[in-house]
């Protein structure tokens, strides 16, 4: 550890009561202290706030509700209620009234922003409620934060599962941290992205990020966002003038034809999308989502890449933070003059075909081609199943730079880099036998008393069903 990270006499409570300096947390720990920062920026531009929490829990945000209850007096201190669903839909439905709680009367404050989580298949069956809450629109001093625990592996669920084609069925915009620090950045652009275009945000989160642990520097000023000019006058926000149904298909207009375009404006003008790496004359531009930045980081240290080496390649890295709807302008900017466009994103091609689709109608020398799931020539590149890993993308990328016509001394370093995962001894997958998701509460409510008769089935989300009986419940 840094000596600007070393903290000796770091205790539990810093990790929420510390405002600047050096910080050490997991992510499930930021995704408790998120809503308290928040409200501290609001009390620091003097708006009368209050946070809601309500979800359910499973794996990866199995804990979640376990550390909020333990950070109780921090929330309190906040205005931050935490009340965990009965289920997913009825956290959210909570989340959605909190949005109007001026149509009920007196309120003590002037706005609740909230923060729903739960588990993948929980944003399946909550559609409904997101789709409804959505177009409805969230508060101006309120908004929203849908966090979401996808399971690309099913390393705790029935069968791997992403949901990002949910959030853009319903039009939520999606958000990605790649790292602990992230949950908290991008967590508080997410609110203010909800606040001025009245969406309800969702932020996409694995195991891989909200199970890791990690030392980081919280910035000494709140964050500054900006936004952007060209509003229309009647708002962007939940408006109670707004009658359904008879005026449901001006809501839907005002989704479609405002709020999202606002929301590409607000991510454009924050740069929510950002570089890492420019090269000086660019071959390769390769645009990561999410936690599969981490990976090719990871991938270019192991091939012994460093900033000076991928100036010489040509190679630029660019960093995309809300994968829809996805702000291409400042990516296709970035990428002016490249060859190739090597779009990195675990499952299905979201931001891939996004890219493709803006640049369709661009002129031949001002288009590089696009590569991910598939290289130029259609044939499987990244695969669309499983999860990544460094070892896989730098196979990729050695396999890019050659059909750019390098070979430089990467041949070499990708033997060696071959070698140390050969030379790693692998374990065999033990056995599982069937249990419920790690967190859920089902693996104890559904205990059946003593002498008791036993029927019905099981509502809840049961990880590897490969033996015949299922003795707890």
């Known amino acids: 550890m840094s000596q600007a990270l070393a903290q000796p006499d770091f205790s539990y409570d810093d990790v929420y009561a510390r405002e600047q300096g050096p910080i050490f ?47 109780q007096k921090h929330l309190d ?39 729903w989580y739960g588990k993948g298949p929980g944003v399946d069956r909550s559609g409904d409620v997101f789709r409804n809450a959505n177009i409805l629109g969230s508060s101006r001093l309120g908004g929203v934060l849908a966090v979401a625990g996808d399971d ?8 791997p599962h992403q949901t990002d084609g949910i959030f853009q069925s319903v039009m939520m915009p999606v958000i990605q941290p790649a790292s602990v620090e992230e949950i908290l950045s991008l967590g508080m652009a997410g609110f203010e992205l909800s606040r001025y275009s009245g969406l309800w945000v969702a932020m996409k ?13 919280l910035p000494a000023a709140a964050p500054l966002f900006v936004e952007p000019e060209g509003a229309p006058a009647h708002g962007l926000n939940w408006d109670p003038r707004i009658a359904w149904p008879a005026q449901r298909a001006e809501l839907e207009r005002r989704l479609v034809d405002e709020r999202i375009p606002a929301a590409i404006a607000w991510a454009r003008a924050n740069g929510i999308n950002r570089p890492i790496l420019r090269a000086r004359q660019p071959r390769l531009c390769i645009a ?23 100036q010489a390649l040509g190679v630029s890295v660019f960093k995309i933070a809300m994968s829809w709807p996805l702000e291409a302008g400042t990516l296709l900017d970035f990428a002016e003059g490249c060859d190739e466009l090597l779009v990195v994103e675990e499952k299905q091609p979201i931001v891939e075909s996004q890219i493709k689709d803006a640049l369709y109608h661009r002129p031949a020398a001002r288009r590089p081609r696009v590569t991910g799931k598939t290289d130029e020539q259609g044939r499987p590149l990244l695969p669309v199943v499983s999860e990544f890993t460094p070892l896989m ?81």
């Open 205 to 217: 989160t694995i195991a891989e990020v909200v199970e890791s642990a990690s030392s980081f520097l």
């Open 77 to 115: 201190a906040h205005d931050v209620v935490f009340q965990p669903g009965l289920n997913e839909d009825l956290a959210a439905t909570a989340l959605w009234g909190a949005q109007m709680h001026k149509a009920y009367g007196k309120t003590r404050v002037d706005g609740v922003f909230g923060v």
């Open 288 to 310: 990561t989502v999410g936690k599969a930045h981490q990976d090719l980081m990871q991938a270019l240290a192991d091939l012994g890449l460093r900033d000076h080496d991928l």
């Open 393 to 473: 993308l730098a196979r990729v990328l050695r396999a890019r730079l050659a059909v750019l016509g390098d070979t430089l001394t990467l041949s070499d370093r990708m033997a060696e880099v071959e070698a140390r995962s050969s030379a790693t001894p692998v374990t065999p997958m033990p056995a599982r036998k069937p249990f419920f998701c790690s967190g859920c509460p089902h693996g104890t409510s559904t205990r059946t008393p003593e002498g008791s008769i036993t029927g019905g089935g099981i509502g809840c989300h049961v990880m590897a069903l490969s033996q015949p009986t299922l003795k707890t419940a």
């Open 25 to 71: 947390m997991t992510g499930i720990q930021a995704l408790v202290r998120l809503p308290m920062a928040q409200r501290r920026h609001d009390r620091l531009r003097g708006l009368n706030t209050a946070g809601l929490v309500s979800g359910y829990r499973g794996s990866p945000l199995g804990a979640y509700d376990q550390q909020l209850w333990k950070a």
């Open 152 to 159: 690309h592996a099913a390393q705790s669920s029935m069968f």
